[in-house]
């Protein structure tokens, strides 16, 4: 038993987080990302929502002060730009802000996003339902 551990963060992704090592990308993907394809290691947390899972995540990693972006948004595509509004991007960078405060964004284009996933350290698989809802945390220092 451990004390302060957000409960809604599961054994397999807890020692995620501690193998992963400075500069290590965490890629949480929504209910319609295709984690399977692209991920590494894959660690399900399905009926749970893309912000929860980054705020515990972030109760535990710090992001990483030495590179910018250590915060990563898959941009909207040309043919949903003016048509979608991923209200969720507010909501991620306002968590981000209160938990780590040194967030660098970066809006990353589908086909980067997906190359990055792929060479992520892991993919948590949410169950996110909001549209665009895809992030990646590069992990810091730990001091």
Excluded at 7 to 16: R, V
Excluded at 42 to 52: K, L, Q, S, T
Aim: proline share 5%; aromatic share 6%; with cysteine.
């Amino acid at each position: 038993m451990l004390k302060n551990v957000p409960k809604l963060l599961s054994p397999e992704l807890l020692k995620i987080l501690c193998e992963m090592g400075h500069g290590d990308e965490l890629v949480i993907g929504d209910a319609n990302f295709p984690s399977e394809r692209y991920g590494q290691r894959v660690v399900r947390a399905d009926g749970v929502g893309g912000a929860e899972l980054l705020k515990a995540i972030l109760t535990m990693i710090p992001l990483d002060t030495y590179a910018e972006p250590n915060f990563m948004l898959m941009a909207l595509t040309p043919s949903d730009e003016g048509k979608v509004d991923p209200v969720i991007w507010k909501e991620y960078e306002k968590i981000a802000a209160e938990k780590d405060g040194n967030h660098q964004l970066a809006m990353l284009k589908r086909e980067i996003f997906y190359e990055r996933a792929q060479k992520a350290y892991a993919v948590v698989a949410s169950g996110e339902e909001a549209i665009y809802a895809n992030v990646i945390i590069k992990k810091g220092v730990i001091v």
